[in-house]
């Protein structure tokens, strides 16, 4: 006899619930997608520092034109709250306190991958498109190169270009700003540019 297995699916309401009550310990990285309740990988030491080098690049360059969000939580629809490496949004006097970024607030969200390179491929992006997220980076890590995610439609992004080291680009809601891949995935050696602070 064939058994059918039932899986519990989440709305938003209920994960904050969940949270509110301490099911997930203070040290767990989770987030609601699909009103599933997914494990996030353990960050790797260059997952880390592409994230501090992107949220420091962002909030020097476009500071007082948008808010950074720094692994924070952005509220897709009713089943879905993933936590995307860095979010762009926009300005808002309490910052957000009040409710969490919807996709209408975002101006770019960005994934960093490494080991997660196929779930973000195959399930995260899928689901910015669906919720009409306007642009997505991948900084893919492994293989060193930038993928640009634009023109979002119910069936994935209609835009998918690859960006190398030694291109520029800009971001599609805000084209007076020029970035460059090496400043996103990093020199090949940082011992160059160290900065050492004596106290």
Not at 4 to 17: A, G, M, N, P, S
Not at 52 to 69: C, D, P, S
């Amino acid at each position: 006899m064939a058994v059918e297995l039932l899986r519990q699916l989440f709305t938003v309401d209920q994960y904050y619930k969940m949270q509110d009550a301490g099911v997930f310990t203070g040290n767990e990285r989770v987030e609601l997608i699909r009103g599933e309740i997914i494990k996030m990988s353990p960050m790797g030491i260059r997952h880390s520092a592409c994230v501090k080098r992107l949220a420091e690049l962002f909030i020097l360059r476009l500071a007082q034109t948008i808010t950074v969000g720094i692994q924070d939580s952005v509220r897709l629809n009713n089943t879905s709250e993933p936590q995307p490496d860095i979010s762009l949004l926009q300005r808002r006097s309490d910052f957000y306190e009040t409710q969490q970024p919807q996709p209408e607030n975002v101006f770019l969200l960005i994934e960093v991958s490494d080991t997660t390179i196929k779930y973000d491929r195959e399930i995260k992006i899928p689901l910015y498109a669906e919720n009409n997220i306007v642009e997505v980076w991948l900084v893919n890590l492994t293989e060193e190169c930038l993928e640009v995610y634009r023109q979002p439609t119910a069936n994935g992004y209609e835009i998918v270009q690859t960006f190398q080291r030694g291109e520029t680009l800009t971001i599609q809601a805000l084209p007076n700003v020029t970035f460059t891949v090496d400043e996103i995935l990093g020199a090949d050696t940082d011992l160059a540019t160290d900065v050492r602070i004596d106290f």
